[in-house]
């Protein structure tokens, strides 16, 4: 009897880890785009409006500018940044153009509840000027118990939740000096124990590009592999970021750039299709910044020339034919923003302020384009609550009704900022990160 009457409590003490572990996970946002690489949220109750004094819950300042995105994990928050710069130049609003940021690039622990910065670390130093980024353009990625971090000056560090180091390793250092024109931008990704990043590069070198993956906890190498191409000039340079693909039990490690969107197995590293889609007519600077999107079946791969593909999973060897799904030709895709897609409709931004909703299955023209910003648009838009969110460098963020209908609902401006990185999304609140701040945004 006493086994009888503990079953019951073990069940529905089991059911509602369950629960608070399904609400903790709707409050994560782990990586660059988010819990899917999407950019998608299922999270409700988003501020519409907000300004530098109605509904900011908290604002943070930061040493410097970055193009590095944050993420969140329970209570804590985790930007990368430059130091403060040892000559401060330029305005108040910290523009890209005027400084590089300060010598050290830098991980900093930010509380969810307050903004109260709760550690920073050093990841490296030698911080350089590039044009639209500096070296810590990457966004960490976190499981929850670790965060790691990469730098553009090929630094790849590892600490747990209070900042205690635990490995680090230097890409430059140990497998030659990256040959991007403008430097390295590729944020890590997490997956089943593994730290997976890529180097695609060849402007400035003829060393190739490859593929990684370590072990997350130690930094031993599991695999490395050659990354084949040939495109010339700047065509091989990526400033993108690989994403998973999730098909029918199957998941694989997508890979965008140097005229080609490759798929690989996370266990091997080895190529198992490939597709030439991206720059058919062999311009050679087809430099590719915008990442690789998966959705329900689709991978799609934005280019900022003509056209942007959609491909069906599940192809072996090549399938540039066999697989091509639809195609973009009516303008230039997104060079910078990458899109964000539910399965349902695919969203892009155009870098001028364009924005454009497509069938996500057939590439049938919903709406669109719709000019609605003004100035330029780097971040990648966010599609959560129904809405679809993305702001432009001059801190200003458009509101549009998700799906079917066009509809400007809100424009919201936090004046005097700069921003270049993407939103991410905790429980109901949204987090800005400018070139002077991180902003808190909630009702």
């Given amino acids: 009897m006493r086994i009888r009457r503990q079953i019951p409590g073990i069940l529905a003490t089991w059911f509602l880890c369950l629960l608070a572990a399904a609400a ?3 409050d994560n946002w782990p990586q660059w785009r988010g819990p899917a690489q999407n950019n998608v949220s299922d999270a409700t109750g988003l501020p519409l409006t907000w300004s530098d004094t109605e509904n900011i819950v908290w604002k943070t300042p930061l040493p410097s500018w970055s193009g590095g995105s944050p993420i969140i994990w329970g209570e804590r928050v985790f930007v990368t940044s430059p130091s403060k710069p040892e000559t401060p130049a330029g305005d108040a609003s910290g523009k890209a153009a005027r400084d590089p940021g300060g010598p050290d690039l830098l991980l900093l622990c930010i509380a969810r509840t307050d903004g109260k910065i709760l550690w920073e670390r050093v990841l490296d130093t030698g911080n350089q000027f590039r044009q639209k980024q500096n070296d810590s353009s990457p966004s960490p990625v976190t499981d929850g118990q670790h ?7 090929g630094a790849i560090v590892a600490f747990d939740m209070d900042g205690n180091p635990l490995w680090k390793k230097n890409l430059q250092q140990e497998y030659g000096a990256f040959g991007q024109m403008f430097g390295y931008a590729s944020s890590p990704l997490l997956h089943e124990g593994k730290l997976i990043v890529q180097v695609l590069h060849g402007y400035t070198t003829d060393e190739p590009s490859y593929l990684m993956a ?11 592999v050659e990354r084949w191409t040939d495109a010339e000039n700047e065509s091989p340079d990526a400033y993108t970021t690989p994403t998973l693909l999730h098909h029918e039990g199957v998941t694989q490690i997508v890979v965008l750039g140097g005229d080609y969107v490759t798929g690989h197995d996370p266990q091997t590293g080895q190529e198992v299709w490939r597709a030439a889609v991206t720059n058919p007519r062999k311009i050679t600077n087809c430099r590719i910044i915008a990442s690789p999107v998966t959705a329900d079946g689709m991978i799609y791969a934005p280019t900022r020339l003509k056209p ?9 060897g090549d399938i540039t034919n066999t697989h091509l799904a639809w195609q973009w030709n009516e303008f230039g895709g997104p060079d910078v923003p990458t899109p964000a897609c539910d399965g349902r409709y695919f969203y892009m931004v155009e870098d001028r302020g364009a924005v454009t909703c497509l069938d996500a299955r057939t590439g ?14 780097s971040a990648s838009p966010l599609l959560a609550d129904g809405k679809l969110y993305f702001t432009n460098e001059d801190g200003v963020t458009t509101v549009l009704a998700a799906g079917p209908k066009f509809e400007v609902l809100a424009t919201n401006e936090v004046p005097g900022v700069y921003v270049l990185s993407s939103m991410a999304v905790s429980g109901s609140r949204l987090y800005l990160r400018t070139a002077t701040h991180l902003y808190c945004i909630g009702q």
């Fill in 24 to 26: 903790r996970g709707e």
């Fill in 147 to 153: 965060v790691w971090a990469v730098t553009g000056t």
């Fill in 214 to 224: 370590f072990e997350a906890l130690t930094g031993n190498v599991v695999w490395r």
């Fill in 308 to 316: 942007l593909s959609a491909l069906r999973a599940g192809g072996q």
């Fill in 364 to 377: 049938a023209v919903v709406w669109g384009p719709e000019r609605v910003e003004r100035g330029t648009v």
